[in-house]
């Protein structure tokens, strides 16, 4: 078999097979970064991540239906089978190239934007609502307090109602004799939680840009091997030629 026959199918092959993996890998990271949004949407105005963890999950789905498809189309050398395979492959990488300019876009934003809507769900704070379950569990998991630093709250009207305290979710882990007064700040968590957060969702997108950059250029790859088998197949094979032979 010609070289560069054998190898395009073998990289086709590669391809077909890691269309499931790549595709799981996908969800998952999608529906961490939806997860992600869900945790501290209520500090994040602005539903930018969404488009990108969308359009993730939409290749994901994509990836599992049609992996069969170019697993077939490889070992049968269908020229009209390989065709729509690359149809596919393009579509794809496609989208996925759009999912990375809308995640540099998104984290161009998150700094810009995240203060402003923390400050408003803190401001609000009042130990009831909706809002107030949000810096709870913002205060906890990141182990922070206070938008810029604990010596925000002093600014707000829930602080100033309970003498000069903070949020007990503002405590160390552990400090069991925390009160949250803050002229105690050995037994508070005194980094600000909009550092924090943006670190965060910082990450969560570089992790989902290498993941969909990864896949990308095995998707380029497979274009280009979709192109080889089909051209030296009009020009200088005629019938099929399996790829064991």
Not at 83 to 96: C, G, P, T, V, Y
Not at 200 to 227: E, H, P, R, T
């Amino acid at each position: 078999m010609d070289c560069g026959i054998f190898t395009s199918k073998t990289v086709l092959l590669f391809l077909s097979l890691v269309f499931w993996a790549a595709g799981a890998v996908l969800a998952y990271v999608g529906a961490y970064v939806i997860k992600s949004n869900d945790n501290f949407g209520s500090f994040i105005q602005d539903k930018y991540t969404l488009v990108p963890a969308a359009i993730i999950i939409g290749v994901s789905v994509v990836m599992f239906i049609f992996g069969l498809v170019g697993c077939c189309a490889t070992l049968r050398e269908s020229k009209v089978g390989l065709s729509f395979f690359f149809l596919i492959i393009m579509a794809i990488f496609a989208a996925e190239v759009a999912a990375l300019v809308f995640s540099f876009i998104y984290k161009g934003k998150i700094n810009a934007d995240l203060e402003r809507s923390m400050s408003e769900v803190f401001v609000h704070y009042d130990g009831q609502t909706t809002e107030t379950k949000a810096v709870h569990y913002l205060q906890t998991q990141l182990q922070c307090c206070g938008v810029m630093n604990y010596t925000s709250w002093s600014n707000t009207t829930w602080s100033n109602s309970h003498n000069n305290t903070v949020p007990l979710s503002c405590c160390k882990n552990g400090t069991s004799q925390c009160t949250g007064r803050m002229d105690q700040p050995d037994l508070l968590n005194t980094q600000g939680c909009e550092r924090k957060l943006d670190q965060l969702l910082q990450d969560v997108l570089s992790y989902a840009m290498l993941v969909i950059l990864g896949v990308a250029i095995i998707k380029f790859f497979g274009m280009l091997s979709v192109c080889v088998i089909t051209c030296k197949t009009d020009n200088r094979r005629s019938g099929y030629q399996p790829l064991y032979a």
